[in-house]
């Protein structure tokens, strides 16, 4: 099964996202960890995209989709795909369906995760990640026991540097005006169900692995 997370900066993708490759097995391919993992091993697609993240701008089309098409291309994703982050364009959306079809696979689900506009940037400015395993908390809603260090794992807690008021402002515009139009363009093609993303984590990832009718049995209260 392929599974699309579609919502703003903030919406609470890459929270759900993890939780939801432990219910379903499916693997989680998020576009801008992809890139951040690029940058922190130096490579030139690091280096590329860091100028248009550091600006909250999207990274140009080709790049992002060869770079999907890529990753999608692996063994491990053959039982099926969380993709978070991507698309964030109509060419994406497109590259991307052109892409599953010619292996037989098509989008099953576009989850559309739904919140307020007012609590988007509280979410994205508040959010603080952990350095060392990647779990992500926020300094409004949900605080690590201790300043700036990992509940899981001790590690560090650092703030993305796409997260500032500014650049988040800016990226919110920038989901606006080229990521919104697909919320149609995947309502016409009959795939799509909105999620509430507000309340407890916990409560949303039930939602949507009741939306997608699949639990392997990892209890959705504990891994949320
Ligand atoms: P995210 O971690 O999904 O919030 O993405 C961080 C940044 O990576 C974005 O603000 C973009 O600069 C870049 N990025 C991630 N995914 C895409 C995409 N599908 N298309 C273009 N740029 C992307």
Do not use: W
């Not at 990647?134 to 509940?151: A, L, M, Q, S, V």
């Amino acid at each position: 099964m392929d599974v699309i997370l579609l919502g703003a900066p903030g919406a609470g993708k890459g929270t759900q996202a993890k939780v939801l490759e432990e219910h379903t097995g499916f693997v989680h391919v998020a576009s801008g960890d992809l890139f951040r993992a690029a940058l922190r091993q130096g490579t030139e697609l690091g280096m590329l995209a860091k100028s248009y993240m550091d600006r909250g701008e999207l990274v140009p089309d080709e790049v992002v989709i060869r770079m999907i098409i890529d990753r999608i291309s692996r063994k491990d994703c053959d039982l099926g795909v969380i993709f978070d982050g991507f698309p964030r364009t109509r060419d994406q959306a497109l590259a991307l369906g052109q892409e599953l079809l010619a292996h037989g696979r098509r989008i099953d689900y576009v989850l559309f995760l739904q919140v307020p506009d007012a609590v988007l940037l509280r979410r994205i400015a508040g959010r603080q990640t952990c350095k060392t395993c990647g779990t992500t908390y926020n300094i409004y809603y949900f605080p690590p026991k201790r300043p700036e260090i990992c509940d899981e794992c001790q590690g560090k807690l650092y703030q993305r540097s796409d997260d500032t008021m500014e650049t988040a402002r800016h990226r919110l515009g920038v989901y606006f005006a080229q990521t919104m139009p697909l919320i149609e363009y995947y309502r016409q093609q009959g795939n799509l169900i909105e999620i509430d993303g507000q309340g407890e984590i916990s409560l949303v990832t039930e939602t949507m692995v009741r939306a997608l009718g699949v639990n392997n049995g990892a209890d959705v209260e504990k891994s949320a």
